[in-house]
Structure formats: C-alpha cells, structure tokens
C-alpha cells in the first residue's frame, strides 16, 4: 500500500513538475531529504525517484526556459559554482581509491548542481514558503515522531533518521532535527491562527526532545547555540524565552543517567575513546592538506592507506567526524576556504537583507526567513563541527533560501525606488537602509 500511495504522489509531482519546474525542485528535496521511498517495502523501495524527477526538472526548465529567472552573480553563488568544480580536483590527483571516488563524487555533485538549478526557478515567496514547508515536513516528520519516541521511553533509547540517507545515522539526524526548528519557527512567525502556532511550538519542542534523544554531544551543544541565537533573531522574543528557559530544561532533566554520563565526557574528551579518535583523525587531514597543498585526498580518505601515512595512531581509522577537518582532509586549505566561505557570505547576505528591508513592513517575512536560515546555519556550524555532513542537503537549500530572499528585496527595493521617482517622493538620502544602498 505505501508503495502504490509513492508512486501515486510522484506520478502527480511529474505531472506538476512539467506544468512548473518549481515542483521539480520541490519533489527533489522531498524524496533527497525526506527519503520517502525508504518508508516502503516493495518495489519503491530502491527505484530511481531522484533521478527521474532531476530528469522531469530539467526537461520543464527547458520548456519553462523563457520563465526562468537569469543566474544571480554574487559572491555566494561565484564560491559555490568554483567549490562544485573544485571537489572533483583532489579526488582525480590524490585519491588513495581512485575506483571508489565516483560514487562519492557523484553524491555530492547531484546535491550542488540541484541547487544551482532551483536558483534559476525559485524566484516567489510562494516558492520559498512551499520550499521551507517541504524542508520542514521531510524532517521533523523524523523529529516529531523521534520526540515522540524519546519521551515515551524516558530517552533510554537513541532515536535513527531514514536508511541510505545523509541522515541516517543518530548523530546527523540530531543536527538535521535541530537545523530544522529554525524553519519551523518562521512558519510558526507568519501564521495568524492560534492553533497553528501551538502546533508550531510542540512540533519544534518534539525536535528538539528528539536530538537530546539521540545521545548526540555535537547536538547537545547545537541546541544550546542554536537557541540563544534563535532567541536573539526572532521577533516576539518572550514566548520563544519562555520555551526555551522552561520547557527545554525540563527536557534534561528526565533524560536518564546514560545521557548525563554521555554529555559528561565533553568536559574529559581526553578519556574518551571516541574523542580521542576523533582528534586522530584531525591529525590525519591536517597533515594530509599540509602534504598535499593546496589539495586534499578526496572523497575517500577515511581508510587504512591515507592513515598509515598521516595519522599519529595509524590503528584508530576514522572520518573526519568535522565538516571542517573532512573539507579540509578531502579537499585541502583551497576547499575548506570555498565551504567555509560559502557560509559566512551567506550570513552576510542574509544580514544585508534583514538591514535593507528594515523600513518596510510588508518585507517583515523576508527579516524573518533570513533570521531563521542565519539560526540554521549557526547550529550547522556548532554541531557540523563534531559530524562529516560536508555535503549534507539542508545547509546549501538554507544558502539558496538566503540568496533567493536577497534578490526579492532588493527587486521590491528597486520598484520601490521607481516608484519614488515617479511620484517625485524620493528622499534625499537614497542610500540609507530602507532603499537598499540604491
């Protein structure tokens, strides 16, 4: 049954996708993020949907290609574009595997190259508010019901993302679940019904109860990050305080002794076995990217070879266990640049958004979704420092939010500025805030 109900929703988004390449795009996020299919037990479960619906996309981009919006020149995307073409450098020059490198490469490459196109198509709020819907229902549909699963049980078990995803494991689950309450919350922001914003708040408290769940120490320090900064960057700042100062806490407090003694160890990583394999293989890629610079080992660095020949302890193989220490590893000091950098001109873009958009009220969901993709992101770095989730979807679909969000304004800032014109209101001081620098 759940394969006839899969397959009947793909045939519909197919449908959809040649009528509106946005759907396209939605559907790929679904099935790459949600993994829908893996929720099945007959034929969905292995077939193509990801590749079939790339292919739908890109025939209704040519179709739509008049209705397409021109590819935004920035630095964001000019550091994405190199970063896509520079991760197949290391692996063609230095690989340890050479034969294994393709299917890595090939992952990664899919996840880039499909946000670069969903730049050419997302270009309405419409687009993004159904993009952020779909981020949210494809994993707090894991959180909530890992929540859920965590409070029943008293935490006593760890709570597991979709089979063959980025997500699959506690630990990343964890990150995506927490990457996720930001999303919720500008959702939660731009509803006036009060239902729905109860719904919201248990939704992002079931979230949040699920990465506590997975026993997750890089979670556990996203959360606190995350929290704060969501607190700092959200409006109606006293109920989201109230959330977090009251509920949250009560959350730990019944995590049994197993959690507490798990998050204990960060305080002595210097007993613990996994910590210390960790700092190993941070080892390995520093001197490996030291080795080979600018270069990196590529994609498949986490094996006997490359820690005979780098790491301290040539016996403890490991990944890198850092989105920081596996750019760097995999694609030396020129590819921990391009991702780190990525990031942190994503956030100013995002920050520029929020400060040109200041003045205008009707540009109040913009601030918001560009807040909220900033709290993301601060929760992908915290807790991304301690996981290999470097070509993980959700933190580039959050840089394509940020970016779209930009153009937006500065377009309404744009007619804004004509329509001044035209009336003979322009203020004398175009370059403050509320006209965007025009």
């Known amino acids: ?16 996708t040649f009528r509106d390449p946005v759907w396209g795009v939605l559907g790929w996020v679904w099935m790459g993020v949600m993994n829908p299919h893996r929720l099945a037990y007959g034929f969905a479960h292995d077939a193509p949907w990801s590749m079939v619906i790339a292919l739908a996309l890109f025939l209704s ?29 290391s692996p063609m020059l230095f690989s340890f595997y050479p034969e294994k490198e393709f299917n890595y490469w090939s992952r990664a490459f899919k996840v880039l190259l499909m946000v670069l196109a969903a ?40 709570v597991w993302g979709p089979e063959g995803s980025f997500i699959e494991d506690n630990n ?47 979670a556990f320090l996203a ?47 210097d007993q613990d076995a996994s910590a210390l394999g960790r700092i ?17 080992g590529g994609f498949t660095v986490a094996g006997p070879a490359a820690f005979a020949k780098y790491a301290p302890d040539p016996s403890v193989v490991l990944t890198a266990h850092s989105i920081y220490f596996q750019a760097l590893g995999e694609h030396g000091f020129m590819g921990l640049f391009l991702f780190v950098g ?10 520029a958004a929020i400060e040109r958009s200041k003045a205008v009220p009707e540009l109040q969901w913009a601030r918001d979704l560009a807040a909220m993709c900033q709290v993301g992101l601060i929760g992908y770095a915290t807790g991304g420092a301690f996981l290999s989730l470097v070509y993980f979807d959700l933190p580039y679909y959050l840089v394509l939010i940020v970016v779209v969000v930009d153009r937006i304004v500065a377009r309404d800032m744009t007619e804004r500025v004509k329509a001044a014109k035209a009336a003979g209101t322009l203020p004398r001081d175009v370059h403050s805030p509320y006209w965007g620098g025009t």
């Not at 935004?72 to 000019?78: D, F, L, Q, R, Y």
């Not at 996720?180 to 919350?185: A, M, N």
């Not at 190993?280 to 990196?296: Q, S, V, Y």
Request: proline share 3%; glycine share 6%; aromatic share 12%.
């Open 119 to 158: 730049l050419l198509v997302i270009k309405r709020r419409r687009d993004l508010d159904w993009l952020v819907m779909v981020l949210v229902v494809s994993i707090a549909y894991y959180g909530i019901k890992g929540g859920v699963f965590t409070v029943l049980t008293g935490g006593a078990a760890r």
């Open 223 to 269: 959360i606190i990050a995350m929290s704060f900064f969501m607190w700092l960057k959200s409006r109606n700042k006293l109920p989201l305080a109230l959330v977090v100062l009251v509920a949250l806490p009560l959350i730990f407090v019944f995590m049994p002794d197993s959690w507490s003694d798990r998050m204990s160890t960060i305080k002595t990583y």
């Open 61 to 89: 981009m040519l179709i739509h290609r008049d209705k397409l919006e021109k590819f935004p020149t920035s630095g964001v995307t000019i550091l994405l574009s190199i970063w896509i073409l520079w991760i197949g450098v």
């Open 280 to 296: 190993n293989a941070w080892h390995t890629a520093w001197r490996m990217a030291l080795d080979l610079f600018p270069f990196g």
């Open 1 to 16: 049954m759940r394969d006839l109900i899969i397959l009947g929703l793909f045939l519909a988004l197919i449908y959809k």
């Open 172 to 218: 990343s689950l964890a990150l995506a679940t927490i990457m996720t309450v930001p999303l919720i919350r500008y959702l939660q922001l731009q509803t006036t019904k009060r239902w729905q914003r109860h719904l919201a708040s248990g939704a992002m408290l079931l979230c949040m109860a699920s990465a506590v769940g997975s026993q997750s120490r890089g």
């Open 342 to 351: 990525i990031f942190v001109l994503t956030w100013k873009r995002a920050s």
